[in-house]
């Protein structure tokens, strides 16, 4: 049933759309940043942890054995330390 998948190609248009928009403020960035990508991640290009670590603003963690919708037992401890880091604060 292709027609069903049809419906998404705005949406896939929207977010390219965001991600160049995001590539042009990101050198601007000021606020210290956490961010974390997924070391095996299937759709998301290591381009992008490339580029937030290209910031000064952005602290890039890599979570190795995580998947872009699965995240590793280890890896889910890792964000939820930084999360109550975070709220600690």
């Known amino acids: 049933r292709v027609w069903r998948y049809t419906g998404w190609i705005p949406r ?14 990101l050198p601007r960035l000021t ?3 956490r961010a974390f990508q ?3 991640d299937e759709l998301v290009s290591p381009k992008s942890g490339a580029l ?6 952005v602290t890039l963690r890599t979570l190795e054995g995580s998947m872009h919708h699965d ?7 890792t964000l939820l330390d ?8």
């Open 71 to 77: 995240i590793a037992p280890d890896d889910r401890q």
């Open 31 to 33: 606020t210290p940043t």
């Open 52 to 57: 937030l670590a290209g910031c000064p603003a």
């Open 38 to 40: 997924h070391g095996q």
């Open 82 to 89: 930084a999360l109550g880091e975070l709220c600690s604060k």
């Open 12 to 25: 896939y248009l929207e977010l390219f759309a965001l991600s160049r928009a995001a590539r042009k403020v």
